[in-house]
């Protein structure tokens, strides 16, 4: 079962950037703010998220959560959005584990554009889309989202550029979880290619062992020709000796093969 993550409160901090540093943030934010109906909603949630009265935020498989605390009430925030299917999920698995540097960057804290690239190109995305999301708030206010909404979404973009594995969470699995899985798998692919191509042999055993079998002969045919250079031969050697060895060799290799 993968778990909810509640992250400390952010304290009042005015002038803060709201939209994000990082491209993952601001395409989260800018989501937002294109499905959003009125910019004076989105001028208020960001009064809200600056003015420390959002929070703490809970991050959770389809959900992000949170109270607003205007000073006069208490409003109770639930964002929804659509977790990946099984089918998706394989996607993200396999693209993954077709480049380590992917996994190599998550776990510094960096969503890759490449993967997001990647995934664009198989129908999916680790960074949800606002217009397909559900935010909902105990207030009375019409707007969708309404000002309180809006701040939990702009605090969500500044907890989402420091961890984007939180992308992971949102969208039904432990990003952590998933890390392991992708380093569990190269592990077992880098032993099990060493085990084929590296296993150590001694050098007796090695000595020892059977030979495998020999390629064929080349095809002769006919009777073997003497050479000339016999007939030059020195006087020390016995021409007729040395082509009877000759036709020896060539006779038995032929009988082996
Ligand atoms: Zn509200």
Redesign the pocket.
């Known amino acids: 079962m993968t778990d909810a993550v509640t992250l400390p409160r952010f304290a009042a901090q005015k002038g803060r950037r709201t939209r994000g540093r990082t491209w993952w943030a601001q395409r989260w934010v800018d989501d937002v703010e294109q499905a959003a109906l009125d910019s004076n909603t989105l001028k208020g949630g960001r009064v809200y998220a600056r003015g420390g009265l959002v929070g703490p935020l809970t991050f959770a498989p389809g959900l992000v959560s949170a109270d607003v605390h205007t000073g006069e009430e208490t ?1 109770h ?1 639930r964002i929804r959005v659509d977790q990946l299917d099984e089918r998706e999920w394989g996607q993200v698995l396999a693209t993954l584990a077709s480049r380590s540097g992917h996994v190599a960057q998550l776990s510094g804290g960096t969503l890759p554009r490449e993967l997001d690239d990647d995934l664009a190109a198989v129908d999916v995305s680790l960074v949800p889309s606002m217009f397909d999301a559900d935010a909902t ?3 009375e ?1 019409w707007d969708v989202p ?4 809006a701040a939990v979404l702009y605090q969500a973009a500044w907890l989402l550029d420091d961890d984007p594995l939180l992308f992971f969470l949102l969208r039904g699995r432990e990003g952590q979880e998933i890390l392991q899985i992708r380093h569990d798998s190269h592990e077992e692919t880098s032993h099990a290619s060493f085990d084929r191509s590296c296993s150590p042999v001694s050098a007796s055993d090695a000595y020892a062992a059977i030979p495998g079998p020999l390629p064929a002969p080349p095809h002769t045919r006919g009777t073997p020709v003497r050479p000339g250079w016999l007939d030059d031969a020195p006087p020390e050697v016995r021409a007729d000796a040395v082509w009877s060895a000759i036709v020896t060799a060539i006779s038995r290799y032929g009988d082996r093969a």
Do not use: G, N, Q, S
């Open positions: 409003l925030v708030c105990t207030c206010e309404c000002r309180h909404a």
